[in-house]
């Protein structure tokens, strides 16, 4: 596990390993429009899953990764908004469901570790309730606002086969960047908003 506890206060082991223990697909790869598969059954596999992904998220210098961008058809994210404090722990969400979104909408940049070096501004719901299953298979609910709840999202759209880029609404902005980073724009897949 990447977390462990010393006399009572837990401490998560954030290193960035030169080689991660698993490859961050790319823009492109087929794996990454495949809608992901409900996890079963939470067990020592999918902890070690969920360990191993953390791993190379913090490697990748990311605060949120999917099961699909490392190619894993399974509903799992890890996210870390605070990659750089050892004692925030990070959330591991099996099988997310958002319940909820907040009426209030929000546009800020996104970036993604499978279109690496591109930003782009998205418009989200500011807030949403998401339920789910933690590292322990116990059942959790939480409301989020800001950071979390915007990293929430993206991750949660990789679930669907969604990236950020396919919600992005300047075109202009998209092409260039996409251009100067040497992504297709055969790869975006428009979708319509929610």
């Given at each position: 596990?990447?977390?462990h506890t010393?006399?009572?206060?837990?401490?998560?082991?954030?290193?960035?390993?030169k080689?991660p223990?698993?490859k961050?697909h790319?823009?492109?790869?087929r794996?990454?429009?495949?809608?992901?598969?409900?996890?079963?059954?939470?067990?020592?596999?999918i902890?070690?899953?969920a360990?191993?992904?953390?791993?190379?998220?913090?490697?990748?210098i990311?605060?949120?990764?999917?099961?699909?961008?490392?190619?894993?058809?399974k509903?799992?994210?890890?996210?870390?908004?605070e990659?750089?404090?050892?004692h925030?722990?990070?959330?591991?969400m099996?099988?997310?469901?958002?319940?909820?979104?907040?009426?209030e909408?929000?546009?800020?940049?996104?970036?993604c570790l499978?279109?690496?070096?591109v930003?782009?501004?998205v418009t989200?719901?500011a807030q949403i309730?998401v339920?789910?299953?933690?590292?322990?298979?116990?059942a959790?609910?939480?409301?989020?606002?800001?950071?979390?709840?915007?990293?929430?999202?993206?991750?949660?759209?990789?679930l669907?086969?969604?990236m950020?880029?396919?919600?992005?609404?300047n075109?202009?902005?998209?092409?260039?960047?996409?251009?100067?980073?040497?992504?297709?724009?055969?790869h975006?897949k428009?979708?319509?908003?929610d």
């Amino acid at each position: 596990m990447l977390w462990h506890t010393m006399t009572s206060v837990v401490v998560f082991d954030k290193q960035k390993l030169k080689n991660p223990p698993l490859k961050i697909h790319a823009l492109g790869h087929r794996v990454l429009r495949q809608p992901a598969k409900r996890v079963a059954k939470v067990d020592t596999n999918i902890r070690q899953l969920a360990s191993q992904m953390l791993q190379t998220m913090y490697s990748a210098i990311g605060i949120g990764l999917a099961a699909p961008q490392i190619g894993i058809n399974k509903q799992l994210i890890v996210i870390d908004c605070e990659p750089d404090d050892p004692h925030s722990p990070p959330l591991v969400m099996i099988n997310p469901e958002i319940l909820n979104y907040g009426i209030e909408l929000e546009t800020s940049d996104e970036g993604c570790l499978s279109v690496p070096k591109v930003y782009l501004e998205v418009t989200r719901p500011a807030q949403i309730e998401v339920s789910f299953k933690d590292e322990q298979g116990r059942a959790q609910t939480i409301k989020a606002d800001g950071l979390l709840s915007r990293v929430i999202q993206h991750e949660m759209d990789h679930l669907k086969g969604v990236m950020f880029v396919d919600r992005v609404e300047n075109q202009l902005a998209l092409t260039a960047q996409f251009s100067k980073h040497g992504f297709s724009v055969s790869h975006i897949k428009p979708i319509s908003k929610d």
